[in-house]
């Protein structure tokens, strides 16, 4: 049975940082893109980051880009979301996805989820 457990998540201040991890169980992680979803209460889910299988090749969205980082680390079966200069806006419950290597990042479709964890920016 495949899960994804997100981690990392909690209370931080306007400006800080956090970083949300992901372990993956039951698949063959180095054989699936991996994505960051974020949803704010009353918001639709957005995609925030993916990333490719070997990691080579990475998306993020423009409301993040230069502030949030994804990586992966296939050896431990686990990808990262860097989250640097937070914003009140990007509050909200960050879940993480596996995916079909086969598409773009844009296009991936997302196959697994986790349960998701909230990030909380006071300002």
């Known amino acids: 049975q495949v899960q994804l457990v997100e981690s990392g998540g909690g209370l931080v201040q306007a400006g800080g940082s956090l970083r949300l991890s992901c372990a993956a169980f039951g698949l063959t992680f180095s054989r699936h893109a991996m994505g960051w979803f974020r949803q704010a209460p009353g918001k639709e889910r957005e995609y925030v980051a993916g990333?490719?299988?070997?990691?080579?090749?990475?998306y993020h969205a423009d409301s993040v880009e230069g502030r949030f980082t994804i990586s992966r680390d296939n050896a431990k079966n686990t990808v990262y979301l860097q989250m640097s200069s937070l914003k009140s806006e990007d509050m909200a419950v960050y879940y993480c996805?596996?995916?079909?290597?086969?598409?773009?990042?844009?296009?991936?479709?997302?196959?697994?989820w986790g349960q998701g964890t909230q990030v909380t920016v006071s300002s």
């Open positions: 996805a596996a995916g079909s290597p086969d598409r773009s990042l844009v296009a991936t479709p997302w196959s697994y």
């Open positions: 990333i490719s299988f070997r990691g080579t090749s990475t």
